[in-house]
């Protein structure tokens, strides 16, 4: 009995020791610098060193790991910046305050199917896919989804009044790699006097930057009306109007196939060509779901994916 009381007295005298020592290790053994950011930790003679080194690994690592997050913060703000930057290019002066339908490439003669056929020496064909009337709820976002998985980037070219309603898409769409266009404040067809018309362009230009830091040179007019004074004032400020020479008539909404959509695209497309499409505007189911399709086929036919920005870099004229 006197033995085993002995043994419960030597016990807690052990535990009281080595909670000692634990407190004056936690306590004293060590004190962090917090004057500055970067924690430094002084270290004090406590004559057990490996318990030492071991708490100076886990906080070498915890601020290593703090090091790697800014580093990859710095990284992914470079990138966004860089993107942006790259978004806002000027586009080549042979296109500012003109109307293009399509582009003629650099290094290619459109005219000579010999030169075309000629796989060794053919230029890559190029083409732009581009989305009109969005950003809109449920579609912009499965429009970006599709383009994601199969690794295109494209342009949008959004209405002022429904970037101001969804402003998290046309950031995303941004935040993706793609390119924006202009395609008016409240895209209405009647006729603009100039100040209402260049309302339409600044109001939406100016939205677009606020929201995306991408300031955009390109517009297309709704509908396609080049002479409502949208154009002139465009023009007039030397953005590129930019039409398109490969119609998905996907506008038909309702009245069209998903089939349809796909077969309209192959039949009129061309190497330095602008693809119709929407994500805005209405329901536009019949798009997303022709859309894989589309994009399949076309790499199918060897076609490169571009912005339109992309696309005028490397063409000469249109
Ligand atoms: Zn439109």
Do not use: C
Request: hydrophobic share 40%; proline share 4%; net charge positive.
């Amino acid at each position: 009995m006197a033995n085993r009381h002995l043994f419960a007295w030597q016990r807690s005298l052990s535990i009281a020791l080595v909670l000692a020592v634990l407190g004056f290790v936690a306590g004293f053994g060590w004190r962090v610098d917090h004057s500055t950011n970067q924690k430094t930790v002084l270290p004090v003679s406590t004559g057990m060193q490996q318990d030492k080194a071991g708490l100076e690994t886990s906080k070498a690592k915890a601020i290593k790991v703090q090091q790697d997050a800014a580093h990859q913060k710095a990284i992914a703000k470079l990138a966004q910046e860089e993107k942006v930057k790259r978004l806002n290019a000027a586009i080549p002066v042979q296109f500012q305050g003109k109307t293009i339908r399509e582009v003629k490439l650099k290094g290619k003669d459109n005219s000579n199917t010999q030169v075309r056929q000629t796989k060794a020496i053919a230029p890559p064909k190029l083409i732009a896919l581009t989305f009109d009337d969005g950003p809109w709820p449920q579609m912009t976002s499965k429009v970006l989804d599709i383009l994601k998985k199969q690794n295109v980037k494209a342009t949008f070219f959004v209405v002022g009044k429904q970037v101001e309603k969804h402003p998290h898409l046309v950031k995303q769409t941004v935040a993706e790699g793609h390119a924006i266009g202009n395609h008016s404040w409240s895209h209405q067809y009647h006729h603009y006097s100039p100040s209402a018309a260049a309302h339409e362009l600044d109001k939406t230009a100016a939205l677009v930057h606020k929201l995306t830091g991408v300031k955009t040179s390109l517009f297309r007019p709704p509908a396609g009306i080049l002479n409502n004074g949208l154009v002139a004032s465009a023009h007039q400020k030397k953005y590129a109007v930019v039409m398109w020479s490969v119609d998905s008539k996907d506008w038909r909404s309702g009245r069209t196939t998903k089939q349809a959509l796909v077969d309209n695209s192959l039949k009129e497309a061309n190497s330095g060509g602008i693809v119709l499409l929407h994500d805005g505007g209405g329901d536009r189911s019949e798009t997303i779901e022709a859309l894989p399709q589309l994009i399949t086929q076309l790499k199918k036919h060897g076609y490169t994916f571009v912005t339109v920005p992309e696309l005028l870099e490397k063409g000469v004229s249109f």
